[in-house]
């Protein structure tokens, strides 16, 4: 066994507490993330803790001082591994650190930036999809995935220590949108105190996640599944969708998010703050109340099929919450689904004459091409005009299916583009 004292930063929580949540964690991903577990059959794997060292008792911490970094036999006992840990830790001076202390080029904690409202007492239980999470004490270093999860902690005036990276309706390709950074900027959270990114292109990265050490998990609007779940879940507690995978409103995001950190009270302002700004921007269309409208995607180079967002998915509920209905045939299409759409035959276009509006993805070439299929080209909405179509490389594109940040920065121009649709059907 071979021990070294590298670099690292000062992290918050009890030092017993992220030893053994490291080692669990590592343990359990020993035959699926190490490239040297790979290479040895499983003879050897690495586990790698970031363990706090104090300076001073109690009163500060020493942001850089060590990583202890151990190499273990993979046939011995893994609570020989814990009891490894536990001895390396005696070669070091550890002490308790507050929570609240600055952490250098770490990105801030939960209790940095505006965190007004009450807090709720814990332990909390919240229930998802995959089970009942437990959170023992407020957490103070936030991690999430998923879709808009990052933009709701923020809007609780929380900045996480890591989120993912953007790979979707990001015109200028930094990987943020410009309401999260306007977010980030407002909580002093730019530059060395930026959160941490990492990638979910092809799989959640849970060793970039666990590498921030957080003390909670936020998925709410995700599409985690239950492998991923219990990976992640070695790391920190998670919290999951409640119904079925990427199909959690922003209203039940915020809720969820703000139950978890303690902000119950923060969560209802951020959604009486988001209403208004809807009523505000309805109070200058009044001619989409009551209209009927369906979110679809079309694949433009094989028109064989339509997309259709269900009646439950964000992008639906959020036409109710600007005053449209959700057309009969998306209901009735939407029944007995596990799924955030449905895929239909072109065939049964016909099915959609009750629709008014049809908001889809595309570009200035897509509604022509639309209009001219022999099939979809019957659709009284596409017929007669009544399409608003996103350009799925603009940030709107992500503001059709909202979060608590992107709905006041886009409602305006959504409901705009919506008003000139509905005017199409005079």
């Not at 609780?156 to 390709?173: I, N």
Request: glycine fraction near 6%; hydrophobic fraction near 40%.
């Amino acid at each position: 066994m071979s021990v070294s004292l590298i670099s690292g930063t000062c992290i918050s929580g009890t030092w017993e507490t992220l030893l053994v949540r490291n080692a669990v964690f590592l343990w359990r991903m020993r035959g699926t993330t190490s490239e040297a577990v790979k290479k040895q059959d499983l003879r050897k794997f690495s586990i790698f803790v970031s363990v706090e060292a104090l300076a001073h008792k109690a009163t500060s911490c020493t942001s850089n001082r060590g990583v202890l970094v151990t190499m273990v036999s993979a046939t011995k006992r893994h609570s020989l591994v814990i009891a490894a840990f536990l001895s390396l830790v005696s070669l070091t001076s550890l002490s308790g650190c507050s929570t609240s202390e600055n952490q250098g080029s770490s990105a801030p904690s939960a209790t940095s930036g505006s965190t007004s409202g009450s807090t709720t007492g814990f332990p909390v239980t919240i229930k998802s999809a995959l089970g009942s999470t437990t959170i023992s004490s407020k957490p103070t270093r936030v991690s999430t995935i998923g879709w808009t999860n990052q933009d709701a902690v923020l809007a609780l005036g929380v900045v996480p220590v890591d989120m993912p990276k953007v790979t979707y309706g990001d015109p200028d390709g930094d990987g943020m949108y410009s309401w999260t950074q306007a977010a980030l900027k407002k909580l002093g959270a730019t530059g060395s105190k930026a959160p941490a990114v990492h990638d979910e292109t092809d799989d959640i990265d849970a060793e970039a996640i666990a590498s921030a050490n957080p003390d909670v998990i936020l998925g709410v609007q995700s599409g985690v599944t239950a492998k991923q779940f219990s990976t992640l879940s070695s790391i920190a507690p998670v919290v999951a969708y409640p119904g079925i995978p990427w199909a959690a409103p922003w209203r039940t995001v915020v809720t969820e998010s703000a139950k978890a950190l303690g902000l119950e009270d923060k969560g209802k302002q951020v959604i009486e703050q988001n209403e208004e700004a809807i009523s505000e921007a309805l109070a200058k269309y009044p001619q989409i109340k009551g209209k009927t409208a369906a979110v679809m995607y079309f694949d433009t180079s094989k028109l064989s099929n339509i997309s259709v967002y269900i009646s439950n998915d964000p992008r639906e509920q959020y036409l109710n919450d600007l005053s449209l209905k959700t057309p009969e045939s998306v209901t009735k299409l939407s029944k007995n689904t596990t799924a955030f759409y449905k895929t239909v035959s072109s065939e049964h276009s016909d099915d959609f004459d009750d629709v008014d509006i049809i908001i889809t993805y595309g570009d200035s070439t897509t509604l022509k091409t639309l209009q001219a299929d022999p099939l979809l080209g019957k659709i009284p909405a596409i017929k007669r005009g009544s399409v608003v179509v996103i350009d799925q490389s603009s940030e709107l594109s992500a503001g059709v299916s909202p979060s608590a940040l992107s709905l006041p920065a886009t409602v305006q121009q959504y409901t705009k583009l919506i008003a000139a649709a509905v005017n199409a059907t005079k």
